[in-house]
């Protein structure tokens, strides 16, 4: 609470004293030579008197008193929710009147440790969790008087998911430039599929994500031998790879070559 006021002649000193309006206890006083000064620490949204003295060597004056009440604070947020992954909590809540931002504050129930995360939006995905565990969620809006009330609530983590199965046997086809891929179950959501040159040190020449239990690779080299790799992949990671190779076909040499038209510098080839 900022209090100002008009001068005193002949004053050297002022006294100042607060309490709860009407007629409370002192609770804190001060002494300023300016006819002004800020009283700190109070609670929001609660009614305070405020007594001014003007001071000197002779004595103090008689008081003046004003009665004012401190700013509110924003209510708590309602409709506090999470959905839960693995790994994660997707946190949402209604707005609250007033409210500049949001401040969450989440850790493991009980008593953890509190993380604290600062947001002008009225959803956010808390990451980097530990699967299976119970957190406590905490949410106050805030604005220039402060915070509010907390909404507070706890949520359990899902449980890891497990790794995938490894795809099932890998068939290959391959025509001169293409290699084609087809496995067996079971089946998963998704699959990497790599290709490389079947060397010694099986360097991986292309990567391609497919959700079918098939996949082709194009504009290979013909002639050249392959390997392929399949694994299945979720979000806990990907299964141990089914590997195969197969060799594009090579194209064959032309038969019954004729020249005509030969001369010194030319021949006409059929």
């Known amino acids: 609470m900022a209090l100002t006021w008009t001068g005193v ?10 309490g709860l309006a009407p007629d409370g206890a002192i609770i804190g006083t001060a002494s300023v030579s300016i006819p002004s000064h800020a009283f700190t620490g109070l609670s929001a949204g609660t009614g305070y008197y405020f007594e001014v003295r003007a001071s000197n060597t002779v004595g ?3 008081p003046v008193r004003i009665v004012k009440q401190t700013l509110p604070l924003p209510a708590a947020p309602t409709g506090l929710q999470a959905t ?3 790994t994660s909590l997707a946190v949402q809540w209604s707005a609250v009147s007033g409210a500049v931002d949001y401040v969450i504050r989440h850790g493991t129930e009980p008593g953890g440790a509190a993380t604290t995360l600062t947001t002008r939006q009225l959803r956010e995905t808390l990451t980097g969790l530990t699967p299976s565990t119970l957190y406590y969620l905490q949410v106050s809006a805030r604005n220039g008087n402060g915070e509010s009330v907390p909404a507070r609530i706890t949520q359990k983590t899902l449980d890891a998911a497990a790794l995938p199965p490894r795809p099932g046997s890998l068939h290959i ?10 496995w067996a179950p079971p089946q998963s959501a998704q699959y990497a599929v790599s290709i490389g040159i079947d ?8 990567r391609e994500l497919s959700p079918y239990m098939n996949h082709r690779f194009q504009q290979m080299r ?5 390997f392929i ?14 590997i195969s190779g197969g060799t594009t076909r090579a194209f064959p ?16 080839m059929r």
């Open 253 to 268: 040499a032309p038969q019954g070559l004729t020249f005509s038209e030969v001369t010194d510098g030319s021949a006409l």
């Open 9 to 18: 002649a002949n004053a050297s000193s002022y006294k100042l004293a607060y």
């Open 84 to 86: 839960p992954a693995a």
């Open 222 to 226: 013909p002639d050249t031998r392959y």
């Open 229 to 242: 790799e399949v694994r299945a992949t979720n979000a806990a990671g990907e299964s141990e790879p089914s």
């Open 199 to 206: 060397t010694p040190r099986r360097e991986v020449l292309a």
């Open 60 to 62: 103090d004056s008689s």
């Open 173 to 182: 086809e391959t025509t001169h430039d293409r290699v084609t891929i087809i």
